[in-house]
């Protein structure tokens, strides 16, 4: 018997328009006054990857997007650009070419299209931004604290970035759900070849001095730290069993 069950993936009436990625999208919408807000959300559905358990707008975008508003209801400095950076949010598992197609959709009547679109590629292409919390995606998990600002300012790349890594210093039993889902997206690999790959991108994590980067995330290393060492702990637990039989 597998170490980790499929989740069940029974999804409730509603709960796609109605999950924190939903609510976000059409706030933000609503804020730029940007038209065809419920037809672009359609589209990110679609094209969402139907293999996709973790990095899917119900569990990974929405996960983010509920850590981002809890933030703002603590009463944190908000963004340079508020709407734009919850788009961003919302898009992180979006295709980059649909990606571009909706932002020129919705912002084309926007005094400030241009810059806004600029900000929120910025955003999904940074390299500070580019690690997913859950499988490691990306080049690096720590850029140069003196970059230049571009058409974000590197405060608002971080916090992007922040938030990405948030999953890993979820509650013990949210941290478990989570890595469950991971795993699951990858049924297709071995359990000896996922369990290795999980451990190289786990020790990844582990290299990188710094987890978070803003003062709003900071307390969140250590709880981060212990979830990637339980995890790695566990994982080589299994490792050895299965080379054992």
């Known amino acids: 018997m597998s170490w980790w069950k499929e989740p069940d993936m029974g999804v409730p009436a509603g709960e796609r328009e109605g999950c924190a990625a939903a609510r976000m999208w059409r706030a933000a919408c609503g804020t730029?006054?940007?038209?065809d807000a419920d037809d672009a959300w359609k589209q990110i559905v679609d094209t969402s990857p139907s293999d996709a358990l973790w990095h899917s707008i119900r569990n990974c975008v929405a996960?983010?997007?509920?850590?981002?508003?809890?933030?703002i209801s603590k009463g944190i400095e908000d963004v340079v650009q508020p709407a734009a950076f919850k788009l961003a949010i919302v898009l992180r598992h979006t295709p980059s070419e649909v990606t571009v197609k909706l932002l020129t959709e919705l912002l084309r009547s926007h005094p400030q299209s241009q810059d806004l679109t600029s900000y929120v590629l910025a955003l999904l292409t940074d390299d500070e931004a580019q690690w997913c919390g859950s499988c490691g995606e990306g080049e690096s998990g720590g850029g140069s604290p003196t970059a230049p600002p571009g058409p974000a300012p590197l405060r608002d790349l971080q916090l992007f970035g922040d938030c990405e890594l948030a999953v890993l210093a979820a509650s013990k039993e949210e941290y478990d759900a989570h890595a469950k889902?991971?795993?699951?997206?990858?049924?297709?690999?071995?359990?000896?070849?996922?369990?290795?790959?999980?451990?190289?991108?786990?020790?990844?994590?582990?290299?990188?001095?710094?987890?978070?980067?803003?003062?709003?995330f900071e307390d969140l290393e250590s709880?981060?730290?212990e979830n990637i060492e339980r995890e790695i702990s566990t994982l080589r637990e299994h490792l050895s069993a299965a080379r054992k039989d």
Do not use: D
């Open 181 to 216: 889902l991971v795993r699951a997206e990858y049924s297709k690999l071995t359990q000896e070849h996922y369990v290795e790959l999980r451990i190289k991108v786990l020790n990844q994590f582990n290299q990188i001095p710094k987890l978070f980067h803003t003062p709003e």
């Open 32 to 35: 730029l006054r940007a038209p």
């Open 63 to 71: 996960y983010q997007a509920g850590i981002w508003q809890k933030l």
């Open 223 to 225: 709880a981060a730290r």
